[in-house]
């Protein structure tokens, strides 16, 4: 959709939903991928599988290559974590990891209702192993600190973003 693609990405718990808000009432382009592209399936094919996990959590890849091919927007930002990222990381202009510190991170999933992901005990374990390991998270993402307010992180991401001021990470540089 966009002349220019960015992935937001990060654990569970660093924003990436309200980076995604935050961006789209600033008036740009930002798909939210848990909503918009996700479902359950085998990361490594595709097919659907039965039973919400997080490692069959993926994005539809054929869509996420059609909507880069658009060139509607200037600028599109897919917000959002998919363990098949590596299908489509190349894509991209440029990726952004989502950091928070290990407080910030529980804070935040405390706030949490049980029946949303990481709301049950089994699951942030998980996510806190994620957040130490960044096993699940493109690697060559620029990091950005999502402990900082909403709209600095906002402010940040839209910077690198400008014209001349591209993110280091270029296609060819992307990877699982």
């Given at each position: 959709?966009?002349?220019?693609?960015?992935?937001?990405?990060?654990?569970?718990?660093?924003?990436?939903t309200?980076?995604?808000?935050?961006l789209?009432?600033?008036?740009?382009?930002?798909?939210?991928?848990?909503?918009?592209?996700?479902?359950?399936?085998?990361?490594?094919?595709?097919?659907?599988?039965?039973?919400?996990?997080?490692?069959?959590h993926?994005?539809?890849?054929?869509?996420?290559?059609?909507?880069?091919?658009?060139?509607?927007?200037?600028?599109?930002?897919?917000?959002?974590?998919?363990?098949?990222?590596?299908?489509?990381?190349?894509?991209?202009?440029g990726?952004?990891?989502?950091?928070?510190?290990?407080?910030?991170?529980?804070?935040?999933?405390?706030?949490?209702?049980?029946?949303?992901?990481?709301?049950?005990?089994?699951e942030?374990?998980?996510?806190v192993?994620?957040?130490?390991?960044?096993?699940?998270?493109?690697?060559n993402?620029?990091s950005i600190?999502?402990?900082?307010?909403?709209?600095?992180?906002?402010?940040?991401?839209?910077?690198?973003?400008?014209?001349?001021?591209?993110?280091?990470?270029?296609?060819?540089?992307?990877?699982?």
């Amino acid at each position: 959709m966009g002349i220019r693609n960015y992935l937001i990405e990060g654990v569970s718990g660093t924003g990436k939903t309200s980076v995604c808000k935050e961006l789209r009432r600033r008036g740009y382009h930002a798909i939210n991928g848990d909503t918009d592209l996700a479902y359950q399936g085998d990361p490594e094919t595709g097919i659907p599988t039965s039973g919400a996990t997080h490692e069959h959590h993926i994005w539809q890849v054929d869509r996420v290559r059609a909507l880069v091919a658009g060139q509607d927007e200037a600028v599109t930002f897919f917000c959002g974590g998919s363990r098949n990222f590596y299908q489509f990381v190349d894509l991209f202009d440029g990726v952004f990891v989502l950091d928070v510190d290990l407080d910030t991170l529980n804070r935040r999933l405390d706030q949490r209702p049980e029946d949303e992901w990481g709301g049950k005990q089994a699951e942030r374990e998980l996510i806190v192993r994620l957040h130490r390991t960044k096993e699940d998270i493109p690697k060559n993402g620029i990091s950005i600190d999502a402990t900082a307010p909403l709209a600095h992180v906002v402010d940040e991401i839209v910077r690198r973003t400008e014209a001349g001021k591209q993110p280091q990470l270029r296609r060819t540089e992307a990877g699982k």
